[in-house]
């Protein structure tokens, strides 16, 4: 007998369209998709459990490390887990879980674009496709994975892409792990490895900055006068950031808080190739930590996650060098 447990956290996937005014929103009283009408066989049973009832954009770090707890005292029990949540920040409570999670049994998230009751909703079928995929034996020790839109994508490369489409969770770097069809749930490849960090609380303040063109000091001094324990720089290309930048870079680093630099492009990593004044070689060499193919909201996470760990430069270096 395997059992399954259906976490609920909120989102348009648990919440239904108004067919007067056509606003969605969050619904009172039983889920939307309460009594699946699937069968996973007599061998199954699924149970579900309201976490929270919330939008995305109201999830904060706080509700992730509770979730994950949540989590980790169901796996106790149950054999896998899926978990409805918003798409807005689904790709961050995703990865942090994954970080976070030391297990190997699935755990699953997904969402909808479109609530149960707008035409053309995909809610049932994502959430049908999840539990199919959380029984699959194929789907232990993969980590924290995705389901949405008949694929399996991995936590730590997915994002959202579409501000509406169905077909918005992508994997840009690598592609999905794997496809679901009518039969059978496929996984044509893996992560190599994956590391856990565990952790009891989420205490700091990181703060995240998307680089442009005629980028200066002032917003890093900003910043940095609100004293953040790291901050996390989707910078330009492989790794470069206007010369005008560096003063107050320099201030930063010099009071010893970290800042990890991720590229703002969907595809690639950064590397220290450039030599000129705000290049990457130049920015890695004053103590700029690189990241290693991660988006600028997860190695915020990464950052929070590290943090509540270690506040030693080269250990939160160690740890982002590492790409799981």
Do not use: C
Not at 129 to 157: C, F, Q, W
Not at 164 to 176: D, E, K, L, R, V
């Amino acid at each position: 007998m395997k059992k399954i447990m259906i976490v609920h956290t909120g989102g348009t996937i648990s919440m239904l369209e108004n067919k007067e005014t056509g606003e969605v929103n969050i619904t009172g009283g039983e889920h939307p998709l309460a009594n699946i009408p699937y069968n996973f066989g007599d061998d199954v049973t699924i149970d579900e459990y309201n976490a929270y009832s919330l939008p995305s954009p109201h999830i904060t770090p706080q509700h992730m490390l509770s979730l994950a707890k949540t989590v980790e005292n169901l796996l106790l029990e149950f054999d896998g887990i899926v978990i409805t949540h918003g798409t807005d920040t689904l790709e961050e409570t995703a990865y942090f879980l994954d970080l976070v999670l030391d297990t190997e049994k699935p755990v699953i998230i997904t969402g909808a674009m479109r609530s149960s009751n707008e035409i053309g909703s995909d809610a049932l079928y994502n959430l049908i496709s999840s539990i199919r995929v959380t029984l699959s034996p194929d789907a232990y020790s993969k980590g924290v994975l995705v389901v949405m839109n008949d694929e399996i994508h991995s936590a730590i490369n997915v994002t959202k892409t579409s501000t509406s489409n169905i077909a918005t969770f992508q994997s840009p770097q690598y592609g999905p792990l794997g496809i679901i069809t009518k039969e059978s749930i496929i996984f044509h490849h893996q992560l190599v490895s994956r590391t856990t960090y565990p952790v009891d609380n989420i205490s700091k303040n990181v703060f995240l900055l998307k680089a442009y063109a005629g980028m200066d000091s002032q917003i890093f001094d900003s910043i940095h006068h609100g004293r953040p324990d790291g901050i996390v720089v989707e910078a330009l290309g492989q790794g470069n950031l206007p010369k005008e930048t560096l003063p107050a870079i320099k201030r930063i680093l010099a009071d010893q808080i970290p800042i990890v630099l991720v590229s703002r492009s969907f595809r690639g990593i950064v590397q220290p190739t450039y030599a000129y004044e705000g290049g990457g070689k130049q920015l890695q060499d004053l103590g700029i930590i690189f990241s290693n193919g991660l988006t600028g909201p997860k190695a915020r996470l990464k950052l929070l996650i590290s943090l509540e760990n270690t506040t030693d430069h080269h250990v939160i270096q160690e740890i982002f060098e590492n790409e799981s």
